[in-house]
């Protein structure tokens, strides 16, 4: 299926590994002028620019945006997927840790955000991704920043969409489960900090409804759909991308 997005200029915040390398990499299959981020070396996946920038420091995602408009083009598909877990307690969770949680999971989107939305108003169109997670829907008890940060992600989403739809600008949010990718798999990952990492691992994948983690390219997916002409009516969503893990609530 043609996606629509041939030669359209694409930022994917976050896209040097995991979810979002495999998002910048579909969408580079798809013909699109991609650029990616991180805080290190560039991809390499056929970028048309890499920006290295730390977006949890105010100024750094506007910078990005920037660059990406005045050396490749502007910008119709912002897909903001930077972001950081790890396993606590609620009572452990440190002032300076929730400060850190929420600049890099929320202040990043919203000011990346604001950066893309004067050209896509004033070229009436453009797409906007928010990764958050199931954690944003269901808290995660071992992960409490992280998940109150992935539901102000699902609140930011729905505002811009209610707010900005009339001028012909589109925002969903992405909520994955638990996905094979460096976050859970890496040594001193998720899953080594609750434990022995292949039982866990096991454990996190029998409670899936599909009895496995996603695979990044899978969560890339729903990403690229809603960054497309083929997702034209689609705006104001939370769409599930976890094999079932969170039931729909009737």
Known sequence: MDLGLRERVCVVTGSTAGIGRATAQLLVDEGARVVTHGRGDPPGIGEALHVAA??????EPERVIAEAAETVGPIEVLVNN????????FA?????????MWRLNVMSYVRAIRAVLPAMRERRRGSIVNVSSTAGKRPSTSMPDYSVTKAAVLS????????YAKDG?????????PTATGAWLDPGGLAEQQGE?????????????????AEPEEIAAVIAFLCSERASYVTGAAWSADGGTVPIII
């Open 169 to 177: 600008v589109r925002c969903n949010a992405v909520t994955p489960g």
């Open 54 to 59: 730390d977006v949890a420091q105010p100024g």
């Open 156 to 163: 930011l989403s729905r505002l811009v969409a209610d707010v």
């Open 197 to 213: 990492r292949d039982a866990v691992l096991e454990k996190v994948a029998a409670g899936r409804p599909l009895g496995r983690l």
């Open 82 to 89: 930077v972001g950081a877990a790890y396993i606590n307690t």
């Open 92 to 100: 452990d969770v440190t002032d300076e840790q929730w400060d850190e």
